[in-house]
């Protein structure tokens, strides 16, 4: 079985992408309901956040049981930079008696750039190495290759790992929702993973647990999610062309 994360689609597509070529399923990590794992071979697609694996991805692995002798594999999709991702992934999974045995990270597109600038053109050309990375998986995956990416260890990697790091990297990608705009449809209520959000008397409400993770943000259909007090364009808005809205709610 093939568990992701994905808010805008891209790890999702090369989960989809993985799963059709192996002959095995898809899972959502926030719709897993069975503490057991299953699978002769557990695939791992999820993006990177701030150079390492995102907290929800990471409690996953910690409140999972992974199957004995499993083959655990990975992929991580970026923006460019995976940092010290593969290193924490092995940790998590070495406390559970796991071992990673096989991981790539896949840069695609970088789903934050929409915090830092407007009239972003996406080039959807960066998607086309998909199946390439696809085609490496399933030859790994069917041989029980060993093998992995590099971590890519600079000192901004370092710097977002930290306490320091992490608080500034929320307050650059600070959502919040602006309650003249939105008009209660709710659908940031089913993208959120962190069940975080919810409709009230006038308008989407925000709790306080926010992972960041950018998913109403880029789904909102009204653009009433903001990034700093700042109104998005629906142009800078993104979802995987190969990804519905349907298959990212929670
Ligand atoms: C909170 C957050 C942190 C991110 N950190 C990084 C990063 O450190 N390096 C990078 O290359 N991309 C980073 N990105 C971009 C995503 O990893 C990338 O767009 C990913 O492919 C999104 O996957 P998804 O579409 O499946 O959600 C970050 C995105 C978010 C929302």
């Given at each position: 079985?093939?568990?992701?994360?994905?808010?805008?689609?891209?790890?999702?597509?090369?989960?989809?992408?993985?799963?059709?070529?192996?002959?095995?399923?898809?899972?959502?990590?926030?719709?897993?309901?069975?503490?057991?794992?299953?699978?002769?071979?557990?695939?791992?697609?999820?993006?990177?956040?701030?150079?390492?694996?995102?907290?929800?991805?990471?409690?996953?692995?910690?409140?999972?049981?992974?199957?004995?002798?499993?083959?655990?594999?990975?992929?991580?999709?970026?923006?460019?930079?995976?940092?010290?991702?593969?290193?924490?992934?092995?940790?998590?999974?070495?406390?559970?008696?796991?071992?990673?045995?096989?991981?790539?990270?896949?840069?695609?597109?970088?789903?934050?750039?929409?915090c830092?600038?407007?009239?972003?053109?996406?080039?959807?050309?960066?998607?086309?190495?998909?199946?390439?990375?696809?085609?490496?998986?399933?030859?790994?995956?069917?041989?029980?290759?060993?093998?992995?990416?590099?971590?890519?260890?600079?000192?901004?990697?370092?710097?977002?790992?930290?306490?320091?790091?992490?608080k500034i990297g929320n307050w650059y990608l600070d959502v919040q929702v602006?309650?003249?705009?939105?008009?209660?449809?709710?659908?940031?209520?089913?993208?959120?993973?962190?069940?975080?959000?919810?409709?009230?008397?006038?308008?989407?409400?925000m709790?306080?647990?926010c992972?960041h993770?950018l998913?109403?943000l880029?789904?909102?259909?009204?653009?009433?999610i903001t990034v700093r007090g700042r109104?998005?364009?629906?142009?800078?808005?993104?979802?995987?062309?190969?990804?519905?809205?349907?298959?990212?709610?929670?």
């Amino acid at each position: 079985m093939i568990y992701y994360f994905s808010t805008t689609g891209n790890s999702l597509a090369l989960a989809q992408k993985l799963a059709a070529a192996l002959g095995d399923g898809v899972c959502s990590v926030t719709r897993t309901k069975e503490k057991n794992l299953e699978g002769p071979a557990v695939g791992l697609v999820f993006p990177v956040y701030y150079g390492d694996v995102p907290a929800n991805v990471q409690e996953f692995v910690r409140s999972h049981a992974f199957p004995e002798d499993a083959y655990v594999y990975a992929l991580a999709t970026c923006g460019s930079t995976w940092g010290r991702i593969f290193r924490t992934l092995q940790q998590l999974l070495g406390e559970k008696g796991c071992r990673l045995a096989w991981s790539r990270a896949v840069p695609l597109i970088a789903n934050s750039t929409i915090c830092m600038k407007s009239h972003i053109g996406y080039d959807l050309k960066k998607l086309d190495k998909e199946d390439a990375v696809v085609r490496e998986a399933v030859e790994a995956v069917k041989n029980r290759k060993e093998d992995h990416y590099q971590e890519q260890d600079s000192l901004l990697a370092q710097f977002s790992a930290t306490w320091l790091g992490r608080k500034i990297g929320n307050w650059y990608l600070d959502v919040q929702v602006a309650p003249d705009r939105c008009v209660r449809c709710g659908e940031c209520v089913r993208l959120c993973p962190m069940d975080n959000i919810h409709l009230g008397e006038k308008s989407a409400v925000m709790g306080d647990h926010c992972l960041h993770c950018l998913a109403c943000l880029h789904g909102c259909p009204h653009q009433s999610i903001t990034v700093r007090g700042r109104v998005v364009l629906k142009e800078d808005q993104y979802r995987h062309p190969g990804v519905t809205v349907q298959e990212l709610e929670r």
